[in-house]
Structures are given as C-alpha cells and as structure tokens.
C-alpha cells in the first residue's frame, strides 16, 4: 500500500510515517499543502492522511483537489477540532474518512488499511496460494502453518505478489508500490528482498522470476 502523510508537525509526521512503516507500507510524506499536492500530481497514492489545518494550501483545497481529480486514492482527514460538525464539514469535502487528534495509533492503522481495500480491488481479508497464507490485518504470514519471520519490506512484497494472485509483477510495480520516493530507481534492492524472502520461504520455491518480465507467485 502506498500511503501519502500530510501533517505540519514534524515530530507527528514522523511518529505517524514510521508507524506505518512498521506495518509494512510505502509512506512519502509532505509538511504543506503544496508540497502534497505536488507529490499527488507524481504519484498514485492509495491513502492519504490529511491534517486539515495546513500552511500555505489548506487541508479542505488539498482534499477538493484530490476528490476533483476522480482518482482511486482515498483520504483520511486528520483535525484537532473533534465536533460532529467538524467531521460533517471534513466529510462533505469529500474525505472518506475522518480521525480527531489526539488519536491511538492502532485505529489509525486500521482506518488506513480499510481505506486502503476500498481504493483497489476488493481483496479476502486473508490471502493465500497453496500452503502461503497471509494476514495482512494481524501481519502474520504462514507457510505450510509455519509462521514466517518476514521484515516489513519482506512482508509487503509478499502480500503483493499474492494480491496480484498469479499475475507477472514487475519489479518498477514492487518498487513503485512497496518502496517510497527516496527510494533509488536504479537500485537492486527489490532483486535483494525477493532472494531473502525466497529463502524464509523455503522449498519447493513458490516466488518465480520470469524473463523479462518480473516476478510471479505460484506453481512452476
């Protein structure tokens, strides 16, 4: 999942855009309405989270902008101001959903992923392939009912390849959609996840690599 974190404080940017991290998402982030609106013209986000009071483009214009742009990707608008008119105003913009500060983090995280199943194909809360199953919810991956010790990065990759269910990913859709914008184009590191997952998958291999076109998941 590609995530955009929208917030003018710095240090809750960084607490948030590392959290989601950890959940084993692909998190840009923005300090300002314009600098969102410029990552948003670049990249297609599946969520964005949205502090409403922001400098210089305001949070309401930066969510016009998105909902106008007829684009899948989701908004989940943060506020300090919590009153039921506050979130009508927030939801009549067009946001999908609405979080008053201060929050817990596990509901903006399950927020998140909600939005998230709603701006692509709906998915089985559980996936699965043979003997891979996994729960991107309650991040456990199994094989054969062996619990797998994945890294955020590992674990993303894999949901991935079994969201695409059987279909060839390329590796610039890995990277575009599992990696952030400091990530660099020309690097090896999708190569290098996909050998270590590889080997915590174990055999008989169920990642394979086709020619020239990228990476599959499956029966030879």
């Not at 502090?51 to 989701?74: F, K, M, N, Q, Y």
């Amino acid at each position: 999942m590609r995530v955009l974190v929208v917030e003018d404080h710095r240090t809750l940017n960084a607490l948030i855009a590392d959290g989601l991290r950890r959940e084993a998402m692909a998190v840009d982030t923005a300090l300002d309405g314009g600098s969102a609106l410029e990552r948003i013209d670049l990249t297609r986000y599946d969520v964005v989270v949205l502090d409403r009071d922001l400098p210089g483009v305001h949070g309401d214009e930066v969510c016009r902008r998105i909902v106008a742009g007829g684009a899948s990707t989701r908004v989940l608008m943060l506020t300090a101001a919590g009153t039921v008119r506050d979130r009508v105003e927030g939801l009549g913009l067009g946001a999908d959903d609405y979080l008053p500060k201060p929050f817990d983090f596990a509901e903006l995280v399950a927020r998140v992923r909600a939005l998230g199943r709603r701006s692509t194909q709906a998915l089985p809360p559980v996936l699965d392939n043979g003997d891979l199953t996994l729960d991107p919810s309650h991040r456990v991956a199994t094989r054969s009912g062996r619990r797998l010790d994945l890294s955020p990065k590992e674990f993303a990759v894999l949901e991935h390849l079994l969201a695409a269910g059987g279909r060839v990913v390329s590796a610039e859709e890995l990277l575009e959609q599992v990696w952030d914008e400091a990530t660099d184009p020309f690097t090896t590191t999708v190569k290098t996840t996909i050998g270590r997952l590889r080997a915590k998958l174990g055999v008989p291999p169920a990642i394979h690599t086709v020619r020239e076109g990228g990476y599959r998941i499956g029966p030879q």
